[in-house]
């Protein structure tokens, strides 16, 4: 998945299964103080129950969860990232492509059944888990042949109404599919929505942004919104919420919505950073002291605006890329898993699978995001892993 970040300034959830009599006891013992005493390091499910296309309406079924590569997602998978010593799993989900009527958007009851599957198999390992709408967000022009949403350059186009009905619509039905689920199940309302098509789409700033992101919080208000009077376990749940594209470098308009709930919500960041090592191309492999700069720098911003203010946050997405730099990547991970670490964020490892040592090799050496290989439950490169989960 392309990201043309800039160095991306760019909880959680908690343990035992998702239905049981036990729920109401433990409501009782996570509180804020315990959830911060939880947060861990977690790892992405990537390019799969997300995996999607455009072009038409039609409901594409089961089919698109191997449709970008990935080998279908089992019980033994998710095992093994537990056993591994991750302690949290991010499952980001695509809704588009699972639309069975257009008038109330209706989610196919087989992929909600899917979802819940893949959900419930995180719980039973022990896992705390994160769902969200992932790539439901499109350019205006994909509108007209595509279920989704997009961040239209005015507030009051017919687009922002489409989209929001649509957004209300699907986590309306996530919502209630998910609503006696325990508080180690945490939602995510948007993932890194943007204005896409755009010149600013991931580098911007100014009224452009400013514009996207108040779009973007009258979105956020309405998911959580229907999150919150779904009730059941949702009146309270943790809600993890992101600026425009997840990054706190383009926050201009942008607050957390006012919520019901108190103490619930969660900042949403990514950060791929440095930018330069972690993806862009094969300029820089080496990890210096100008990568640790930019690390210091992202962390320094990241607690001046949320941390020391008692705001949460977690970062769903970070990675450096697979350039035949395995020394280098484990450098990388000791800084910036550390300085994570040290202000209490909990890191959201991506993985697509992409590394340059199988035939997952992507050829844009910074989309080679790939630490599990599911097809025969190893990992390639255990000494990063080691560092992530220690």
């Not at 970040?5 to 409501?27: Q, R």
């Not at 005493?37 to 079924?61: H, I, Q, V, Y």
């Not at 507030?155 to 619509?169: H, M, P």
């Not at 890329?321 to 898993?337: H, I, L, M, P």
Request: proline share 3%; charged share 20%.
């Amino acid at each position: 998945m392309k990201r043309l970040l800039l160095i991306m300034l760019s909880v959680l959830i908690l343990s035992s299964c998702g239905n049981g009599e036990e729920d109401d006891e433990m409501e009782n013992d996570f509180n804020g103080a315990a959830l911060i005493s939880s947060l861990s390091n977690g790892w992405n499910l990537g390019n799969t129950l997300d995996a999607n296309s455009t072009g038409d309406k039609s409901n594409k079924g089961l089919s698109t969860e191997k449709s970008w590569g990935m080998p279908e997602t089992s019980q033994a998978m998710i095992r093994a990232v537990a056993e591994r010593g991750f302690k949290s799993i991010r499952l980001p989900v695509s809704w588009h492509n699972h639309i069975t009527e257009g008038t109330n958007y209706t989610i196919d009851s087989a992929w909600m059944a899917r979802v819940k599957t893949v959900v419930d198999w995180s719980l039973e390992a022990g896992l705390k888990v994160i769902i969200n709408i992932h790539h439901d967000n499109l350019s205006e022009s994909q509108m007209t042949s595509t279920y989704g949403f997009c961040v239209p350059a005015s507030s009051s186009s017919q687009l922002k109404i489409t989209s929001l009905n649509y957004i209300r619509a699907v986590w309306r039905q996530v919502a209630e599919a998910f609503r006696e689920y325990d508080e180690r199940l945490v939602f995510e309302l948007l993932n890194e929505p943007r204005a896409v098509g755009t010149a600013y789409e991931w580098n911007g700033s100014g009224a452009n942004v400013g514009n996207a992101n108040k779009i973007i919080m009258d979105y956020e208000k309405a998911a959580l919104d229907e999150i919150r009077k779904s009730g059941g376990k949702n009146a309270t749940r943790y809600v993890m919420v992101p600026p425009y594209a997840a990054s706190p470098s383009m926050t201009e308009g942008w607050a957390l919505p006012s919520d019901s709930a108190s103490g619930k919500l969660i900042v949403s960041l990514h950060a791929y950073t440095p930018y330069e090592f972690c993806m862009k191309d094969m300029s820089v492999t080496s990890f210096g002291l100008s990568q640790r700069g930019s690390i210091d720098w992202l962390f320094s911003s990241i607690s001046s605006a949320y941390t020391s203010k008692g705001i949460r946050v977690v970062i769903g997405e970070a990675s450096a890329s697979d350039k035949g730099n395995t020394t280098e990547r484990k450098k990388w991970a000791e800084y910036y898993f550390g300085k994570a670490k040290a202000l209490g964020i909990p890191v959201f490892l991506w993985d697509n699978m992409a590394t340059t040592l199988d035939n997952q090799r992507s050829n844009d050496p910074g989309e080679r995001h790939g630490y599990f290989n599911r097809n025969n439950l190893s990992w390639y490169f255990p000494e990063i892993i080691s560092v992530i989960t220690r």
